[in-house]
């Protein structure tokens, strides 16, 4: 599958070559999951969560970095395989947006905006994306990325390489404030506030090369 130029992933082998390069990734397993798990109790055995593939070409040295993040589809007591979410810290004082691109598979990404506190949530968004959509994730907004069709996901996301993930609210709360299971959304109930989803659809590119190449784009992730 290619997923730019010079870059390929090897979906039977699970591999990733960038330029003749072999990108190791970074393996987040079912275990690590259990803190935002609907039903933690329903996990029988460990196994892949997803993975991620950090920094590739041609992005590196640039204040944008390039990531793959490919789920396989599972399902622990009802609820469909998805990431563990995070918000993110701001970069010296400012919140800094993050763009998904869907390579292949059918995502839902959960936004959410915490109001008061980390159990109170001011908007809550539902998009759905299939391949040749992306997804921009506002600033502020906490994010969970779930692989809602019966294939792998294949997605890219580009954020500013200097913002780190926030994953502790997430942890605390058990997940977003809904969890997409095989019956639907479900409300999790450890969340003292959260309006009803609105739903949207990652609008359509013609690929994650012309998204890279969308000077507008690529310069609401650092000044938005």
């Not at 800094?96 to 598979?105: D, T």
């Not at 404030?177 to 659809?201: C, I, M, Q, W």
Request: charged share 30%; net charge negative.
């Amino acid at each position: 599958m290619r997923i730019a130029r010079d870059i390929e992933f090897l979906k039977d082998e699970l591999r990733i070559l960038a330029l003749g390069e072999e990108i190791k990734p970074e393996i987040r397993r079912l275990n690590e999951l259990k803190s935002v798990l609907m039903m933690p109790e329903s996990l029988e055995k460990d196994g892949i969560a997803y993975m991620m593939y950090r920094d590739l070409p041609p992005l590196r040295g640039s204040p944008i970095r390039l990531d793959v993040t490919v789920i396989p589809p599972w399902n622990v007591g009802g609820e469909l395989a998805k990431t563990k979410g995070h918000y993110h810290l701001p970069l010296e004082g400012k919140s800094l947006p993050e763009i998904y691109y869907v390579h292949s598979g059918r995502a839902i990404f959960l936004l959410q905006r915490r109001g008061a506190s980390i159990y109170e949530i001011e908007d809550f968004i539902v998009i759905e994306a299939e391949a040749g959509r992306y997804v921009m994730v506002p600033p502020g907004y906490g994010h969970v990325s779930v692989n809602a069709g019966e294939d792998m996901l294949v997605m890219s996301n580009l954020i500013h390489r200097g913002v780190m993930p926030d994953y502790e609210p997430y942890e605390i709360t058990r997940g977003a404030a809904y969890y997409v299971t095989s019956d639907g959304l479900v409300r999790n109930p450890r969340y003292e506030k959260a309006p009803d989803p609105r739903y949207e659809k990652g609008p359509e590119y013609s690929s994650l090369e012309d998204l890279m190449n969308d000077r507008g784009i690529l310069e609401r992730l650092t000044d938005p």
